[in-house]
């Protein structure tokens, strides 16, 4: 942000700091974007940006443990995760005369995932056992012999 933007030295710095980013060290970059708006003396908008974004990260840092997730193999992009939810919830919820409550979305959703994931044949014996919970409380019905 200092450096002149598109500048070789302004990629150079963007790239260090990502790369320190993904190493986990999130509390330093935090601290050199604060020092840098102390020791450039920088005034106005870029030390309001500079400042902004030391401030998101430092709200941000704890789900900024970049190299623990990919040391486990986890992906750190949202694409993905966007990918997924599009293809998961949105494509298949905005077909051709559709139409959706929050509630009844939701319970949707919950049950395409139990679904791809597997564990729908588990789930279903305890849904039916709570349905029958609701519908029948214990100690409200009983049965009169004749």
Same mark, same amino acid.
């Given at each position: 942000? @200092? #450096?002149?933007? =598109?500048?070789?030295?302004?990629?150079?710095? !963007?790239?260090?700091?990502?790369?320190? /980013?993904? +190493?986990?060290?999130?509390? #330093?970059? /935090?601290? %050199?974007?604060?020092?840098?708006?102390?020791?450039? $003396?920088?005034? =106005?908008?870029?030390?309001?940006?500079?400042?902004?974004?030391?401030?998101? @990260? #430092?709200?941000? !840092?704890?789900?900024?443990?970049? &190299?623990?997730?990919?040391?486990?193999? *986890?992906?750190?992009?949202? %694409?993905?995760? +966007?990918?997924?939810?599009?293809? @998961?919830?949105?494509?298949?919820? +905005?077909?051709? =005369?559709?139409?959706?409550?929050?509630?009844?979305?939701?319970?949707?959703?919950?049950?395409?995932?139990?679904?791809?994931?597997?564990? @729908? &044949?588990?789930?279903?014996? *305890?849904?039916?056992?709570?349905? #029958?919970? $609701?519908?029948?409380?214990?100690? /409200?019905?009983?049965?009169?012999?004749?």
């Amino acid at each position: 942000m @200092f #450096q002149p933007e =598109g500048t070789a030295e302004a990629e150079v710095y !963007a790239k260090l700091m990502v790369l320190r /980013i993904l +190493e986990g060290d999130v509390a #330093q970059v /935090i601290k %050199g974007l604060r020092q840098t708006v102390t020791k450039r $003396r920088l005034i =106005g908008s870029k030390k309001k940006a500079l400042l902004e974004v030391a401030t998101y @990260f #430092q709200n941000n !840092a704890a789900y900024m443990r970049y &190299d623990q997730d990919l040391a486990l193999g *986890f992906p750190i992009a949202s %694409g993905p995760v +966007e990918g997924a939810c599009k293809n @998961f919830i949105k494509d298949r919820m +905005e077909r051709s =005369g559709m139409r959706w409550t929050p509630s009844m979305a939701e319970a949707i959703v919950k049950l395409r995932y139990l679904y791809l994931s597997g564990d @729908f &044949d588990d789930y279903w014996p *305890f849904h039916v056992a709570q349905d #029958q919970l $609701r519908l029948h409380p214990p100690g /409200i019905w009983s049965v009169v012999a004749k």
